[in-house]
Nanobody, 128 residues
């Protein structure tokens, strides 16, 4: 059973930065994709960023391109989300997710929750 534990959320002023971390444990091999989803108050959860193995690269939602960067440690067990130039509209609960299914051949247009097998409990990011 895979466990994902997020950390790094908090409150920050607009224009500031935060770095979220997600540590995965429980499997002997790394997920093919690790992603971050955000759920703003009263809204559905949406994919923010994802990183894929095999050199496929990373996905970013249009709203965060140029401001957020997703990365992973060499072991593939920890994924980070560097959030810069934060905006009030970035306020959300951020969830880490892992996809252990077959990797896609091309980057997706959007992230689908159904593609991810395991989820963390979330970490709150509040931008004021």
């Amino acid at each position: 059973h895979v466990q994902l534990v997020e950390s790094g959320g908090g409150s920050v002023q607009a224009g500031g930065s935060l770095r979220l971390s997600c540590a995965a444990s429980g499997y002997t091999y790394s997920a093919n994709c690790m992603g971050w989803f955000g759920q703003a108050p009263g809204k559905e959860r949406e994919g923010v960023a994802a990183i894929y193995t095999g050199g496929l690269g990373s996905y970013y939602a249009d709203s965060v391109k140029g401001r957020f960067t997703i990365s992973q440690d060499d072991a593939g067990n920890t994924v980070y989300l560097q959030m810069n130039s934060l905006k009030v509209e970035d306020t959300a609960m951020y969830y880490c997710a892992a996809d252990y299914g077959p990797p896609p051949t091309v980057l997706p247009d959007t992230l689908e929750e159904a593609d991810f097998d395991y989820w963390g409990q979330g970490t709150q990011v509040t931008v004021s």
